[in-house]
């Protein structure tokens, strides 16, 4: 059975932290959910694994032109949605037949499960936003099983 393991990262807003690159070390994709900040934390990604990102609302300039504000594709045989925020979701997931949707923009981590489909929010792995964790995440898909895990990459708030 093929397993595909992603990593899920959101919100870097330009810093490349050495801990976010080794909690996803080992992915076969990098899903990069918006707020990227900068072309240089998607070419560091890519030393880590494939890279599949989106633009977020803060992203901007010729570079952050290529990176379109949402993207449908098939991985390990599931299809995932990623976006940066959840107010654009505009897809009907049933009728897509969407497994995994991933998104960022609220930097706030969270896995939440309703009927067919999971939705995973890293959290952010740029600066750090009032109390809010450093985070990045973590997916494994195996026959169509989708196991996610939230991955603190800092210490204690």
Avoid: Y
Wanted: hydrophobic share 45%.
């Amino acid at each position: 059975m093929k397993r595909v393991s992603l990593g899920l990262i959101s919100d870097t807003h330009g810093l490349v932290r050495p801990e976010a690159l080794e909690a996803l070390r080992g992915s076969d994709v990098i899903l990069h959910a918006g707020d990227v900040g900068a072309p240089e934390v998607l070419a560091a990604l890519r030393t880590v694994a494939r890279v599949v990102a989106v633009r977020g609302n803060n992203d901007r300039g010729a570079w952050a032109n290529d990176l379109p504000p949402r993207r449908t594709l098939k991985l390990g045989g599931v299809r995932v949605h990623l976006l940066h925020s959840m107010n654009d979701l505009d897809v009907d997931l049933e009728r897509t037949d969407v497994a995994l949707v991933v998104s960022g923009h609220s930097h706030r981590p969270m896995i939440d499960r309703r009927d067919a489909v999971v939705f995973v929010n890293p959290g952010s792995a740029g600066p750090r936003r009032f109390k809010l964790p450093v985070s990045v995440a973590r997916c494994e898909i195996v026959g169509g099983r989708i196991d996610a895990q939230v991955i603190h990459i800092l210490g204690d708030l």
